[in-house]
Every structure is written in structure tokens, then in C-alpha cells.
């Protein structure tokens, strides 16, 4: 999926963004607290939305964004201070939809109201065959005892499903307009004693995202802080893909100590050029494992939509150069989409070398003493021509 254009309101921080005619790669470029971090996680949120907000591992983003910014108990910050609800509407090929942020189920769409209802339900249900499970498997209960407790926890269920919905933190639904189907996720931020009594100690839920579907592979990719448990996952579906033998040439081209790279025993090992013995990649820097983390993710889903956050973050001018030359690569030939945050002038020369109609800006800053935030939209010649410009504002505080 490549996003054509998105149109955000009261998402975090940005009050309204409207983005038409996305390139292929797509740089964010301001100081920090700008809004750069809310603009990916929206796109993150509209172009993982069909695979219900999990990644193209099949790791849960919407958990994952949460997580990155405060937890659970802050993810009402979703939604911007004062407002009720925030949209993000997307427009790619022949998809489209919009994303909700809500705090009250009230302002979904009946349709959305539904698919939530029934995933409690289901919720609800394994809840209480768990309970039925145990209860049968027990000789602490007597016959009668036991009829009692199913009565109260037929009860209880009953009441969950009429409560439940009264509960979360936070609800979000993703709403295709073409196909009218609504993916789901409600959001809670404590426990919620919606089934509990002295003898059954069930909680609903506790720091838990309940949706309407199932986990699934996305073609959505946020690089967060990248982390070595990550890297392994990434060499694993390079290893099944048949990927990882042309990364590892790329590597050997590109650093002339690279030889190998290798997992053995649930451990990752680069093996160095002349040195008999291997290196965990955990000793090999925050640079290397950076950029090995960056290198495998745009590959893995280079015929997706790849985010990158501050991806110069410990990385050597040359590392970024190697990064870049891949971004460009495989945007060229239409495999992938980028969306790229950065306060690093290098970054922006580097990136700029990519043809001009592949390319553009958006660059971010605040205005007036309530800090508010605004953005312009530079075409790849326009970047080029205010390089300089954009060079001072990022040395800027």
C-alpha cells in the first residue's frame, strides 16, 4: 500500500495536517517538539490500520506507539488536549479510510460500536469457558457449590457485556470507506474488576488491547529505537525470504571489515573480515546495530511503507550515506515508501541526492508564544533551493 494523502485532526499534538500528493520518500524535517513524532505515528496508525494496527512482524504498533510515549495510563494524549475525538483520513490507490480516536464509544460509527461490542463479547467468553474449565477441574467445590458459582458467573458475564464498554482508556477504529468494515481496538489503562468476586479472580483486562480481529502481517514498518531482539527477528524473515545473502553482499561492499553475519543458539554473530572469531552484535556499537537494524527493516518491507524515526540517531556520516543510497535504491524502482523524521542537516544533503520528483519535504516548526505548530511542503527542487534556510533552523533551539 503507498499513501497518496492523509488529512489529520487532533491527533497529539497537530491540530490539522493535510498532505496531498505523498512522493515515495517523504522526509519531516524540524527542531525538536515540532510534531514530527505525532505525523509518523498518524501515518503509522491509517497504514496499519487494515491489518489491525500490527506490523509487517506481526508485532503490535498500536501497543508498541503507546509504549513509546508513556504507557498505558497516557494514551488518552492520543487524542489533542481539548478536543473530543481525532481523525485521520488516508487515500492510497484504492484504498481509503479513516482513523478514530476516541475516548467515548459513543462517536464511533454504529458499525464500529458493533465490531467492539463483539470482540468483549469474545473477550467475555473466554473469560468465563476459562473459569468453567477450572471449576470443573477442582474437587475444592461441592456439586451445589458449584452450581452457584456458574449462576454467579453467568451473572457477571451478563453484566460485563452491558458495562464493558463504559471502561476503556481509549477506543480506535479504522472505518475502509470502500468496503464499509471497521477494525477495532479498545484500549485500557488499569484493571477493570468487571468479573471478580472472592472466588473468581478474573480481571478485565489489565494493560490490554482488546480488538476485533485477530493478529496479522501488515506492510507497515516503524523503526523505533532499534533493538537487538528486533535485528533477530528481521534476520529470521531474511534468512526465510532469501533476502539476507544480497544484504550481506550489499554489507561486504559497502564496510570492508564486514565478512558474515549469522545467528547461532538464539544469539546474532557478525563475523569480521581476517578475525578467526565471531562478535556478538551487541558488542559492536550502537552505530552497527543501528544500522544493520535500518538496513534488514527497509528490506524486509520494501514493498510497503517503511517510517523511520530520527534514523541518524548514532550513526557515522558514512553509515547514513549507506542508509540513504538503500532508501533511494529501493524507492526508485517502486518497491517502497518512506516517511522519514529528522532534525540532521547531513540527513537532508544525503537524501537530496534522490531524484527531485521522488522526493519532498515537509518541514515543521512552532509559531507564536502558545507554541503552537504549523508546516510548509517542499517539492525536491524547492528543498534544494532552501537547504540553507532549513540548515539555520535546525541549529536553531
Excluded at 47 to 54: K, L, Y
Excluded at 169 to 182: H, N, P, V, Y
Excluded at 222 to 239: A, C, G, H, M, Q
Aim: glycine residues 6%.
Amino acid at each position: 500500500m503507498q499513501i497518496d494523502s492523509i488529512r489529520i485532526s487532533n491527533y497529539r499534538c497537530l491540530r490539522s495536517v493535510n498532505l496531498d500528493k505523498l512522493s515515495r520518500i517523504n522526509v519531516f524535517a524540524g527542531r525538536n517538539s515540532t510534531g514530527k513524532s505525532s505525523l509518523l505515528e498518524a501515518i503509522a496508525m491509517a497504514s496499519s490500520a487494515s491489518a489491525a494496527w500490527f506490523d509487517t512482524l506481526e508485532n503490535d504498533l498500536l501497543e508498541d506507539i503507546i509504549d513509546q510515549r508513556g504507557g498505558f495510563s497516557h494514551a488518552s494524549l492520543m487524542i489533542r488536549t481539548g478536543a473530543a475525538k481525532a481523525e485521520i483520513e488516508y487515500k492510497g490507490g484504492e484504498s481509503c479510510g479513516t482513523v478514530y480516536v476516541v475516548k467515548d464509544a459513543k462517536e464511533l460509527s454504529e458499525s464500529a460500536r458493533s465490531a467492539l461490542t463483539m470482540s468483549f463479547d469474545r473477550h467475555v467468553e473466554e473469560v468465563y469457558n476459562e473459569e468453567m474449565d477450572r471449576m470443573a477441574g477442582t474437587k475444592r467445590y461441592e456439586s451445589k457449590q458449584r452450581e452457584i458459582l456458574i449462576r454467579n458467573l453467568e451473572r457477571k458475564c451478563s453484566k460485563a457485556r452491558r458495562e464493558i464498554l463504559r471502561q476503556p482508556e481509549l477506543c480506535i477504529a479504522g472505518i475502509g470507506k470502500a468496503s464499509g468494515e471497521s477494525e477495532t481496538a479498545a484500549l485500557f489503562a488499569e484493571a477493570r474488576e468487571a468479573i471478580v468476586d472472592s472466588d473468581i479472580d478474573s480481571f478485565i483486562p489489565q494493560e490490554e488491547i482488546i480488538r476485533s480481529s485477530e493478529p496479522k502481517a501488515g506492510d507497515t514498518f516503524f523503526s523505533f529505537i532499534p533493538s537487538v531482539e528486533t535485528l533477530k527477528e528481521l534476520n529470521r524473515r531474511l534468512t526465510v525470504s532469501g533476502q539476507l545473502a544480497t544484504l550481506i553482499k550489499k554489507l561486504r561492499r559497502q564496510i570492508d571489515y564486514f565478512e558474515d553475519m549469522r545467528e547461532v543458539e538464539d544469539d546474532l554473530f557478525v563475523f569480521k573480515k581476517n578475525v578467526d572469531r565471531p562478535f556478538p552484535v551487541e558488542s559492536m556499537g550502537d552505530g552497527f546495530s543501528s544500522l544493520l537494524a535500518l538496513l534488514a527493516a527497509a528490506t524486509v518491507a520494501e514493498k510497503g511503507v517503511m517510517l523511520m524515526e530520527e534514523p541518524e540517531m548514532h550513526l557515522h556520516p558514512g553509515f547514513m550515506s549507506l542508509i540513504t543510497r538503500h532508501i533511494i535504491d529501493t524507492a526508485s524502482r517502486r518497491k517502497a515508501q518512506y516517511f522519514i523524521s529528522t532534525h540532521s542537516s547531513d540527513l537532508i544533503e544525503l537524501l537530496l541526492e534522490a531524484p527531485e520528483n521522488m522526493i519532498s519535504f515537509v518541514r515543521m516548526y512552532r509559531i507564536g508564544g502558545k507554541g503552537e505548530m504549523d508546516y510548509e511542503v517542499l517539492s525536491g527542487k524547492e528543498a534544494h533551493e532552501e537547504l540553507k534556510d532549513m540548515k539555520m533552523d535546525l541549529r536553531g533551539i
